[in-house]
C-alpha cells in the first residue's frame, strides 16, 4: 500500500513538473513575442524612412526636414559623462559594501538606503540637478548639469547590482586564493571581478540604456535646445537629447512631419540602445569563446 501510494505521489509529482515546465515555457515565449513585436513596431515605422542626412542635420522649428544631429550628438556625450563619473563610483561602492563593510546595522540601513534611491522616481533628480546646478552654482541648464545628474540617478543601481555580483561569488574561490598566498586586493582583481564581470557589464547596460532614453532629468537639468552647433564639445551648453526631441517632436512641435520625425527619432532611440547592450556584452561573449577553446 505504502508502495502503491508513492507511485502515485511521484506520477502527481511528473504531472504537475511537467504542467510547469510548460506554463513557464509559455510565459517566457509571450513575453519574448511581445518584446520583438514592441521592436519591429518602433522599427519598421522609423528605419525605412531613414536617410543618412537625417542623423546630421539640424532640427527645424517650422520647416519641415528637420534632422536630430545636435540632439543626437548631446545624447553620447551627456551619457558618456554619466558613466565616466558613475562606472568607478558605482562599481567601487559596490566592491566595497560587499567586500570591506562591517556587517552592522549602519550598514544594513546604508543598504536600505542605496535600494530606497533605486526606486526613486528619476524627475526626483532632476529637480536636485535643477537646485544644484541651476540655483546654488547658477550656471543655468547645461549638459554638465545632465550628465552628473544622470550619473546620480544611476549611482544606486549600479553601486546594488555590483555588490550582489560580488556577493554571488563562490567564497571557494576567494579561500583558494588566500591559501596561495594572495592579499585581498590581489584577490578581488584578480579572481572575484573576472567571475562577477558579466553581471556588473549587465547592470553598466541597464544604467547606459536609462541614461540615453532618460527625458525627465534632461528637461530639468540640461534644458530643451541645443546650441546649434553638430559638435558643441562646451559643457556649459545646453543639452537637448534624443529623448527630450522625441517628446518635444511628438507633444509642441508645429512642423509638418512631426510625425514622421518622432517615428524616425524613436527608431534610432532603440536601435542605439540595443547597440550599446551588444557594444558591451560582444567582448564578454568574445572572450568566452575563446576559453571555451
Known amino acids: 500500500m505504502n508502495g502503491f501510494t508513492r507511485t502515485r505521489h511521484s506520477a502527481r509529482a511528473q504531472r504537475r513538473n511537467r504542467l510547469a515546465t510548460f506554463g513557464f515555457y509559455a510565459l517566457g515565449t509571450l513575453v519574448l513575442l511581445l518584446i520583438f513585436w ?60 560587499a567586500e570591506y563593510a562591517p556587517d552592522n546595522k549602519f550598514t544594513a540601513a546604508l543598504r536600505i538606503c542605496v535600494e530606497s534611491l533605486s526606486s526613486v522616481p528619476s524627475i526626483v533628480f532632476g529637480l536636485l540637478g535643477l537646485a544644484i546646478f541651476a540655483e546654488y552654482f547658477g550656471i543655468g541648464l547645461t549638459i ?21 555580483a560580488v556577493r554571488a561569488v563562490p567564497g571557494d574561490i576567494r579561500e583558494a586564493g588566500y591559501a596561495l598566498g594572495m592579499t585581498k586586493s590581489y584577490v578581488i582583481r584578480k579572481v572575484v571581478l573576472p567571475v562577477a564581470l558579466p553581471a556588473i557589464v549587465t547592470g553598466v547596460c541597464l544604467v547606459a540604456g536609462r541614461a540615453f532614453g532618460e527625458s525627465a532629468v534632461i528637461i530639468l537639468t540640461a534644458g530643451l535646445s541645443t546650441s546649434g552647433e553638430m559638435w558643441d564639445f562646451n559643457l556649459f551648453s545646453p543639452g537637448e537629447t534624443l529623448a527630450v526631441h522625441l517628446w518635444y517632436v511628438q507633444s509642441e512641435a508645429i512642423v509638418e512631419d512631426a510625425r514622421q520625425i518622432a517615428d524616425k527619432s524613436a527608431a534610432v532611440l532603440v536601435f542605439v540602445v540595443l547597440m550599446i547592450n551588444f557594444m558591451f556584452r560582444f567582448p564578454l561573449w568574445l572572450g568566452n569563446r575563446r576559453k571555451g577553446r
Open 38 to 97: 514592441l521592436l519591429f513596431t518602433i522599427l519598421s515605422k522609423g528605419l525605412p524612412s531613414l536617410r543618412p542626412e537625417f542623423l546630421i542635420k539640424q532640427p527645424e522649428e517650422i520647416d519641415p526636414g528637420g534632422g536630430i544631429g545636435p540632439v543626437l550628438f548631446n545624447s553620447f556625450y551627456i551619457l558618456l559623462i554619466s558613466l565616466v563619473i558613475s562606472i568607478p563610483i558605482g562599481i567601487g561602492a559596490g566592491i566595497y559594501m
Open 144 to 164: 554638465l548639469g545632465g550628465g552628473v545628474s544622470l550619473a546620480l540617478l544611476n549611482l544606486p543601481m549600479l553601486a546594488r547590482v555590483t555588490e550582489e
